[in-house]
């Protein structure tokens, strides 16, 4: 999946698949696991492996203008997962909730890449945000998805999300 990559030319930043990836982690695995799933890829990416998008390396993405979503992608796991820990088990009002929190959790990745673009960068922050618009439509899809799948998975595997404590 992280070679899935759709150059649009907009600030540099292709539509990726492992932004949707990132966020079910999180909704499958609960905010510990899922957090630590995308961590220790980002780990082998910042050893120089080519695990992001387009065969590219963490390092390569912290120099261009997509290390914040990146960082997002860690972010959003935990975020998804925590909310995914104390939704009620119950379908179909989980699989409602569950495309929220993807909603959710790509718009924090847009957050972070966002603020990575004005403060590392030097967008300004109107360009920044412009710059995500072609990807709202195509990250909605995905997200939708996600939130299907990840339901699917917890109602067939209600071990892999972490109970709420």
């Not at 030319?9 to 990726?16: D, K, L, R, T, W």
């Not at 997200?143 to 595997?157: N, P």
């Amino acid at each position: 999946m992280a070679f899935v990559s759709i150059p649009i030319g907009v600030a540099g930043v292709p539509i990726v698949m492992q932004n949707a990836i990132a966020i079910m982690a999180g909704m499958i695995l609960g905010r510990r696991r899922g957090t630590a799933a995308i961590g220790l890829v980002l780990i082998l990416g910042l050893i120089g492996l080519p695990v992001l998008a387009g065969g590219r390396s963490a390092l390569s993405a912290f120099a261009g203008v997509s290390g914040g979503y990146v960082i997002g992608y860690l972010v959003s796991a935990w975020v998804c997962g925590a909310i995914a820990e104390i939704t009620p088990r119950r379908r179909p009002l989980q699989t409602v909730l569950f495309v929220i929190v993807s909603v959710l959790g790509i718009f924090v990745q847009y957050f972070f890449g966002a603020i990575w673009m004005v403060v590392i960068k030097g967008f300004s922050l109107k360009a920044a945000l412009t710059s995500q618009l072609a990807f709202i439509g195509p990250d909605l899809v995905k997200m939708i998805v996600v939130g299907l799948i990840a339901s699917g998975v917890a109602a067939a595997f209600p071990r892999l999300l972490p109970e709420p404590r």
